[in-house]
């Protein structure tokens, strides 16, 4: 677990480190998400402990957005002074963003090997 | 009666207290979740944040307090995200064949995204400054924080509209696509990645590791594009 742990937080501190030089305009968790992504491609394989480490870790994704969710606390005024607009930008933009992204691929995405066999 | 008042003076001072409570609220919406034949209303993102919200306002704790406990698990959100590159690999094969239609879905995402927007926020007279809080909505916090201080919004309540976003997308997201007849699961985790970012791709992950690739690849791709477009869009449009 150490080792795997080790990886994880070895390539999100490169990450940190690279945007901070770089100036990139990404989180240093997504340019450490890429450096890991090369290290599998670079070792042609995942681990087993770093598998059921990160496995454990992306099982419980949801509940990591928790603690940053229960800070809406601090804005409950500013957002009930601006409930309408807010409300309805969310609800409409975020909905029609998942259907012209969902469609878009749908459309333009090859058929998958599996499609293919099963029809 | 003062020797319980005495316990909860020392527990409320101690991290332990809050970062107990949030693993409990996030148990019960798991729990409620199975009880509601996972009805997308009963998202246990929604129910552990409302839980814990009502709990804090009720017992006058303030979120300094809360985080010093919640931190612990706030921070693994990094290495969570750095492990979303093991689905990733793991799917290359998908991801390298659909890669310009991948491109392109992901920018006609993104564009709109801030597109619909912006437009809102102007159809309620919402002001530069709370649209471009709502502008960067479905991008990664950090992200989203950093495009909105530079086109002038409120960064702090940006981490917030971000949030509420991907609740919203993932608990809705999966019932929407469905009923749009999008089965593909590449395209339904690119859609959830992009309009969801972090949480909408644990909702993907959820519906197999194929969706979950693609719906982390969108998320870490969607933050790129808006940082660089949004900014180009808003000098334009604002």
Partial sequence: ?119 | MDDLQDVWVYLSASPLLHLTLTLAAWQAGRWLQARAGGHPLVNPVLVAVAVLVALLLATDTDYARYFEGAQFVHFLLGPATVALAIPLYRQLHLVRRSAPALAASLIAGSLAAALSAIAIAGLFDAGPALTATLAPKSVTTPVAMGIAEALGGLTSLTAVVVILTGILGAAFGPSLLRLARIRDPRAQGLALGTAAHGIGTARALQMGEVAGAFAGLAMGLNALATAILLPLLWAWLV
């Fill in chain 1, 1 to 119: 677990m150490v080792p795997a742990l080790l990886a994880l937080l070895g390539c999100q501190l490169a990450g940190e480190l690279l945007v901070t030089l770089l100036a990139l305009p990404l989180p240093g968790p997504v340019v450490g998400m890429v450096l890991l992504f090369v290290g599998l491609l670079v070792r042609r394989g995942v681990p087993a402990p770093l598998a059921a480490t990160s496995g454990a870790l992306l099982d419980n994704l949801a509940l990591l957005f928790v603690p940053a969710g229960v800070g809406v606390l601090l804005h409950l005024p500013r957002l009930a002074e601006s409930w309408a607009a807010v409300s309805a930008a969310l609800i409409v933009s975020t909905a029609l963003t998942l259907l012209v992204t969902g469609w878009a691929m749908s459309l333009l995405a090859p058929p998958r090997a599996e499609d293919r066999r099963d029809g």
